[in-house]
Every structure is written in C-alpha cells, then in structure tokens.
C-alpha cells in the first residue's frame, strides 16, 4: 500500500538543551544545531510531499528562561531570519511567523515582515515558524480582535462559528496539522496550537531535536500510517 503523507505536520521541538549536555556542551550550542537543522527538515518535509511544517521555535513561557538564553535564541532567530530569505527563495518556500510578534525586538520584526513579504507568493512548502507563540494567548488576542468587530457592529456574535473564529488565529487559511511530533521525550502540549490540533495524530519520541533526521521523520510518518484515524465516527461506515 501507498504510503500516505500528512498534509501538515506540526513540530516541538525540544531537547536542543539536553542535548548539549550529553555532548558536555553549553545549551546554546544545542540551540546553535538545532536551528541548522530546521533548515535541514524542512527540506526534507518538502521532498516527501508535504505541504504545510509548522514548528515551535519560541514560546510566550520561554522568556522565563534566563537572560543570556533569551538573548542567544534571540541572536539565533535573527541570523535564521537571514538564512531563510535566501533559502526560501531556492526552496520556493512560503513563510508565515506565527505568535505575537510585538514582544520582539524592531530589527527582528522588520526582518519576518521582511520574509512574509517577499515569500508570499511562492508555491512550495508552506512553513510557520512560532516565535513568542502560546496558544492561550493566541486564542485571547483572536477573541479581542473578534469583540471588537461584535462591537462595531462587523458581526453579530450569533454568526461566530468555527470557521468565523478560525479566521482570527494566526493560522488562518492553513489547514489543521495531521500529523503533532514532539521530540526529546515529553509528552504535552506546552501550550502549541491547542484549538489546531483537536484531531491531529500525536507522535513522540526520545530522540533530541538536533539529532531528529529525515529518517526520523519517515519513521514518524510511518507510524502515522498504522493510525486509523477517525473523527467521532466509525471507520468505514459502508461496512458496517
Ligand atoms: C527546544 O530545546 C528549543 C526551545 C525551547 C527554544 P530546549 O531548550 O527546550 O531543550 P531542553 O528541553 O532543555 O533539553
Ligand atoms: C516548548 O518547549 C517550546 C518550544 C519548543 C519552543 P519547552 O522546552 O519550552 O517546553 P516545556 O517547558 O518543557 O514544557
Ligand atoms: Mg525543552
């Protein structure tokens, strides 16, 4: 049987920090390969078929880190955001920065409209980068956006269903993710894309994100294909 590859995965990765110091590195060199191997995936992702990775880069929680590690995420981002103008123009991606990007400093700002920009027309992968992303937040800024539009009479709030709401999430006209990977052993949310991923697979392994290859990738969609996926009904309902 085909293999069927998942429109949109969703990543978390984690485990930069851990592996690090296994290799008796500092943390920020773990963030340092990690980030080199975003760009790695996400070529990869697109050689498989899919069209849509969304991947969590920083969390609304990861300022409570302490300063020298927010500062060289923050360093890392900036100089990721350069990379990717040139990558994303070879690659023919198309890039989205999801989270509320107000938090961050002007340069880096200038730099994802910058890269929203001059992306947006192109026709390859889809790829979100979740910076200063919480899913909490996420929700409550689209339920300000939307109580404002109630209150200046855009609509009424009996018309708010969930593709009107849907239409106020940083993720607005991107499917919801098929496939959830979270590496490096944890298995929770962290607060990732909460209303997204109501009927998304869930995959999690052991292996830290720089260590996370397009062979773990396959074995992720692999598993991914021995799901029976279902959405409150019953699997093949003529059968029954
Ligand atoms: C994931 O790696 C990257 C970010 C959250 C920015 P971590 O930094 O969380 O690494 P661990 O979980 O401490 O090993
Ligand atoms: C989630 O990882 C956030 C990102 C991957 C950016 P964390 O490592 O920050 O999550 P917790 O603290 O273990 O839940
Ligand atoms: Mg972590």
């Not at 392994?205 to 074995?219: G, S, Y």
Request: glycine share 6%; with cysteine.
């Amino acid at each position: 049987m085909d293999m069927v590859i998942p429109q949109h995965v969703a990543i978390i990765l984690d485990g930069n920090g851990r592996w690090a110091k296994s290799k008796g590195m500092p943390r920020n060199y773990g963030h340092a390969q990690g980030s080199k191997n975003v760009e790695k995936i996400c070529e990869d992702a697109y050689r498989m078929g899919i069209k849509y990775l969304t991947v969590y880069a920083f969390s609304t929680e990861n300022w409570n880190r302490p300063q020298d590690e927010v500062d060289a995420l923050m360093k890392l981002l900036r100089n990721y955001m350069k990379t990717c103008l040139k990558t994303a123009a070879k690659n023919d991606m198309k890039i989205r920065v999801i989270g509320d990007v107000t938090r961050l400093d002007e340069d880096i700002r200038g730099r994802i409209a910058e890269l929203e920009e001059s992306t947006k027309n192109n026709g390859g992968l889809n790829f979100q980068i979740a910076i200063n992303y919480g899913s909490r937040d996420e929700i409550l800024r689209a339920v300000r956006r939307l109580a404002r539009d109630c209150k200046e009479q855009k609509l009424k709030p009996d018309q708010i269903d969930e593709r009107i709401f849907e239409g106020y999430l940083d993720t607005h006209d991107i499917p919801d993710p098929d496939l959830l990977i979270r590496t490096s052993g944890e298995l929770r949310l962290s607060n990732y894309l909460l209303w997204q991923l109501a009927y998304t697979e869930f995959y999690f392994t052991d292996v830290h994100w720089p260590d996370f290859t397009k062979e773990e990738l396959m074995k992720a969609i692999e598993q991914y294909n021995a799901r029976d996926r279902r959405y409150g009904g019953v699997k093949e309902a003529e059968d029954v």
